[in-house]
C-alpha cells in the first residue's frame, strides 16, 4: 500500500499529463516514469517537474536531479521529503 504522499503524486501525474487511459493505483511506487514503465517522455517529465515545484514548493535544479528524481514515484517522494520548505511540508 502507497503511503499518502506517494499517492498523491501517481494523482498528479495522472491529471497533469492526461493519462486517462491509467488508473493512479496501478503505477508501482518502484516503477520508472521515463522510458519504460509510463514511457514519459522529456516533454513529460518537464512538465511533470513544473507541476511538482508548483505543488511542493521544491526546486528540482538540474538535468541530472530531474532524472534522478524521476526515476519512479518512490525517488520523487524521497526527493520532495528531503527538499520541500519547512513551511510547506508534504504531507
Known amino acids: 500500500m502507497s503511503e499518502p ?3 498523491r ?3 498528479l501525474i495522472v491529471s497533469t499529463l ?4 491509467v488508473d493512479p493505483a496501478s503505477i508501482a ?8 514503465g509510463l514511457s514519459l517522455d522529456s ?3 518537464l512538465e511533470l517537474v ?3 515545484e508548483k505543488e511542493f514548493g521544491v526546486k528540482i535544479a538540474s538535468s541530472e536531479e530531474s532524472r534522478a528524481a524521476l526515476a519512479s514515484v518512490g525517488h520523487l ?9 519547512p513551511d ?3 504531507g
Open 9 to 11: 503524486l501517481k494523482q
Open 29 to 36: 511506487d518502484d516503477a520508472p516514469l521515463i522510458g519504460s
Open 77 to 85: 517522494a524521497a526527493y520532495i521529503r528531503t527538499h520541500a520548505p
Open 50 to 52: 513544473v507541476t511538482v
Open 43 to 45: 516533454i513529460d517529465a
Open 18 to 21: 492526461k493519462l486517462e487511459d
Open 5 to 7: 504522499l506517494e499517492s
Open 88 to 90: 510547506r511540508p508534504p
